[in-house]
T-cell receptor, first 113, second 116 residues
Framework: GNSVTQMEGPVTLSEEAFLTINCTYT??????LFWYVQYPGEGLQLLLK?????DKGSNKGFEATYRKETTSFHLEKGSVQVSDSAVYFC????????????FGAGTQVVVTP | ETGVTQSPTHLIKTRGQQVTLRCSSQ?????VSWYQQALGQGPQFIFQ???????GRGNFPPRFSGLQFPNYSSELNVNALELDDSALYLC???????????????FGEGSRLTVL
């Protein structure tokens, strides 16, 4: 079946540091890939997405590229801020899955001033 | 634009009881999905409702059931509660259903259920 594996946290960084969160997936078809973020006290919200191989999703300075050859969708940001402290979830959705999303376990990111 | 709202936000039940959680979808969204998020884990898909019918289900037993109403709001019912049912239950709505899903889910803040 489908699965998503992402690096364990917490990841602790200083402000302006480079952030990478690794995500790899297993899927039988051609999924769409997503990064969701959960800020403290808030619900999950979409950060970025990519719907086919080699697509790059980007938002709020974050980027991730859909790599079919390595089945990966790593999240990166060049210079993090304290406000980026949150839990980040990698997820996939098969295009015929009728709305079923497979989420990774989440990676907590803590950015210190 | 009103977002996804869930109620109650917190509740405590004892083993063997039944619980009903409620969700109002975002305006204009006709599809509702429910997820279970155990502590420290990612959300696990329970089921999805579209046009008042279940049209996808994850690996959850039949004691997890749901409804969708004509106004697209939804309920999640769990019977014969077990200790392992303690979790955050998330409702998510989306503007399309039944088609290729490359779209976004819009989540509520969840209902935290504790089973004692």
């Amino acid at each position: 079946g489908n699965s998503v594996t992402q690096m364990e946290g917490p990841v602790t960084l200083s402000e302006e540091a480079f952030l990478t969160i690794n995500c790899t997936y297993t899927a039988t078809g051609y999924p769409s890939l997503f990064w969701y973020v959960q800020y403290p006290g808030e619900g999950l919200q979409l950060l970025l997405k990519a719907t086919k191989a080699d697509d790059k999703g980007s938002n709020k300075g974050f980027e991730a590229t859909y790599r079919k050859e390595t089945t990966s969708f790593h999240l990166e940001k060049g210079s993090v801020q304290v406000s980026d402290s949150a839990v980040y979830f990698c997820a996939l959705s098969e295009n015929d899955s009728w709305g079923k999303f497979q989420f990774g376990a989440g990676t907590q990111v803590v950015v210190t001033p | 634009e009103t977002g996804v709202t869930q109620s109650p936000t917190h509740l405590i039940k004892t083993r063997g009881q039944q619980v009903t959680l409620r969700c109002s979808s975002q305006s204009g969204h006709n599809t509702v999905s429910w997820y279970q998020q155990a502590l420290g884990q990612g959300p696990q898909f329970i089921f999805q409702y579209y046009r008042e019918e279940e049209n996808g289900r994850g690996n959850f037993p039949p004691r997890f059931s749901g409804l969708q109403f004509p106004n697209y709001s939804s309920e999640l019912n769990v019977n014969a509660l077990e200790l392992d049912d303690s979790a955050l239950y998330l409702c998510a709505s989306s503007p399309s259903g039944g088609a290729r899903n490359t779209g976004e889910l819009f989540f509520g803040e969840g209902s935290r259920l504790t089973v004692l």
